[in-house]
């Protein structure tokens, strides 16, 4: 009998290849026709984790191979999750053009990263005041703000339940980072906002070069850990042709996160050479500010996890101390809080089980 690490990996390296190796399926699809009804619910599950259903499944209806049965449960899932989509961009788009109607300025921010794929909450980022955007919230839609951590007070960040989305809201007021050390940085998730058509509807997205800096500052300052839809849309984007690297460097350099970047898209880049067999057409410049590469990430609990000591902590090291030397005193003191924060999270997840209403 498989142990419950091995059959975590043979998961995940079916969803990466039927995510990443969409030229060459076959292999993948044979190991799904093998599983159980409980495998497959596994994978679904891991799936949505990794914000993959549509893109992980959809060779599956596409393949020679896959018999009748394995392409109606594949049409199954993605049906539901199709609907899911459908209903959470209906309100997305109320939402926002409600708040544009109101003076509040909103990039819809990772969520729509993922397409054909959805996030699991719907994430925005305001250069309004947090109490303009509360209170359109929940007055046009009778939003519930949810309970709120040390984390999100200092990032200023809310979380909003509004009936009939199952997905949260969650908008990010005038900060980015994990304890809102970014202003300037955040304000060109507006500035530099385009327009993309999803499904028929409109939405202001951030410039390539933000979604890689949001998709960096979430992975390598927050969660230390990379889901199969953070290769899959940033490989995606990289190849597009559509990312300045010098316009990236030159946003993210003064901020101290730069390296973080560089690392970022190299693990990246080592990832899809894993799985295709060949790296992506990154500047030098990137791989040499990278701190690390792939080699140091480790399948654990459903995710590619970054270790903390010495990986993560060296870049945060090399933030705080960027910060500092440019005498932006606020953002070092926000992000001198961020050890003593994670240490009350982790004492309070021993105790309790859960790290809620610190982190």
């Known amino acids: 009998m498989a142990t419950p690490l091995a059959r975590e990996n043979e998961l995940l390296d079916v969803l990466c290849n039927l995510t990443l190796n969409q030229l060459d399926t ?32 959809t060779p599956v209806l596409a393949s020679p191979i896959a018999g009748e049965e394995l392409k109606n449960w594949a049409a199954k899932v993605i049906l539901n999750e199709s609907n899911r989509i459908t209903n959470a961009l209906f309100y997305l788009q109320e939402i926002c053009s409600c708040l544009e109607r109101s003076g509040c300025k909103v990039t819809v921010m990772k969520s729509l990263d993922h397409w054909p794929d959805l996030g699991n909450d719907l994430d925005l980022y305001t250069t309004a005041d947090e109490d303009e955007v509360r209170n359109v919230l929940v007055e046009k839609f009778k939003a519930t703000i949810q309970p709120r951590s040390w984390g999100d007070r200092l990032a200023h960040k809310w979380n909003f339940s509004i009936t009939g989305l199952p997905e949260a809201v969650e908008v990010h007021a005038q900060r980015l980072g994990q304890t809102g050390e970014h202003t300037r940085l955040a304000e060109r998730f507006v500035s530099r906002r385009i327009i993309r058509t999803f499904d028929g509807r409109s939405f202001f997205v951030p410039a390539p070069e933000e979604r890689i800096v949001v998709a960096t500052l979430q992975r390598m300052y927050r969660h230390f850990y990379i889901r199969v839809c953070d290769i899959a849309n940033t490989a995606a984007l990289v190849e597009s042709g559509a990312v300045h690297f010098a316009e990236l460097r030159a946003s993210t350099e003064p901020s101290g996160i730069w390296p973080g970047v560089a690392t970022y898209l190299t693990i990246v880049s080592d990832q899809v050479k894993k799985y295709r067999g060949t790296e992506l057409d990154l500047p030098s410049d990137v791989l040499t500010a990278a701190s690390f590469g792939g080699k140091v990430v480790k399948t654990r609990a459903r995710f590619m996890r970054i270790p903390l000591v010495p990986y993560a902590a060296r870049l945060y090291t090399h933030q705080v101390t960027t910060m500092a030397a440019r005498g932006d005193v606020p953002a070092t003191f926000r992000l001198s809080l961020l050890p003593p924060l994670a240490s009350a999270a982790a004492v309070a997840l021993k105790l309790t089980g859960s790290d809620k209403g610190i982190w």
């Open 26 to 57: 076959e292999p993948a699809i044979r190991t799904l026709q093998t599983f159980t009804n409980e495998e497959r619910k596994d994978l679904v599950s891991m799936a949505e984790s990794h914000h993959v259903i549509l893109r992980g499944l």
